[in-house]
T-cell receptor, first 113, second 115 residues
Framework: RKEVEQDPGPFNVPEGATVAFNCTYS??????FFWYRQDCRKEPKLLMS???SGNEDGRFTAQLNRASQYISLLIRDSKLSDSATYLC??????????????FGTGTKLQVIP | ETGVTQTPRHLVMGMTNKKSLKCEQH?????MYWYKQSAKKPLELMFV???????ENNSVPSRFSPECPNSSHLFLHLHTLQPEDSALYLC??????????????FGSGTRLTVV
């Protein structure tokens, strides 16, 4: 089983739609979770952290389910500018002298006019 | 301005060349990283530095040689690379290598092509 697993997509959705991505992780000792956004041929940028109680930032909502070991990202009212690849990132536990960080391969979202 | 600056943005090199990638961060972060991103694969950690000390070398071939002269600068020296080393090389920094709740800031990357 992969340490961090995401559906690669692509998810093709019309403008204004609601879309959700899931990401599963294998290490139950993982400590913190993030969603990054990566535009084509650009670097990943932090979109939001994922907190245990769930958190919202505008049209974006992140959830964490520790029992089932997955995190989710919900995007409401999709915009064309949301088209990108969304990377799931899992941190911890500590490994040697640093905190292990594992990236998913990403889920590609294409918002269609 | 992302706070993490990488140069060059693009690099084409032959298998016998020697080149260096440069990364500079202006964020006051203590940890810096080199990652490799190949098509259809997740980001692969190459090296971790914390306060100029290398704390992780993730089984990277010796043709990649990192250097961290101070906490703001990180280099990746390249020599006798192979075509399969062609990829996007990303530098990142974070506040601390051990604190869970801080994310990374990435540079814009160097797209390397080995011919």
């Amino acid at each position: 089983r992969k340490e961090v697993e995401q559906d690669p997509g692509p998810f093709n959705v019309p403008e204004g739609a609601t879309v959700a991505f899931n990401c599963t992780y294998s290490n139950s000792a993982s400590q913190s979770f993030f969603w990054y956004r990566q535009d084509c041929r650009k670097e990943p940028k932090l979109l939001m952290s994922v907190y245990s109680s769930g958190n919202e930032d505008g049209r974006f909502t992140a959830q964490l389910n520790r029992a089932s070991q997955y995190i989710s990202l919900l995007i409401r009212d999709s915009k064309l500018s949301d088209s990108a690849t969304y990377l799931c990132v899992v941190k911890g536990p500590n490994s040697g002298g640093y905190q292990k960080v594992t990236f998913g391969t990403g889920t590609k979202l294409q918002v269609i006019p | 301005e992302t706070g993490v600056t990488q140069t060059p943005r693009h690099l084409v090199m032959g298998m016998t060349n020697k080149k260096s990638l440069k990364c500079e961060q202006h964020l006051g972060h203590n940890a810096m990283y080199w990652y490799k991103q190949s098509a259809k694969k997740p980001l692969e950690l190459m090296f971790v530095y914390s306060l100029e000390e290398r704390v992780e070398n993730n089984s990277v071939p010796s043709r990649f040689s990192p250097e961290c002269p101070n906490s703001s600068h990180l280099f990746l020296h390249l020599h006798t690379l192979q075509p399969e080393d062609s990829a996007l090389y990303l530098c990142a920094s974070s506040f601390d290598r051990l604190l869970a709740n801080y994310g990374y800031t990435f540079g814009s990357g160097t797209r390397l092509t080995v011919v």
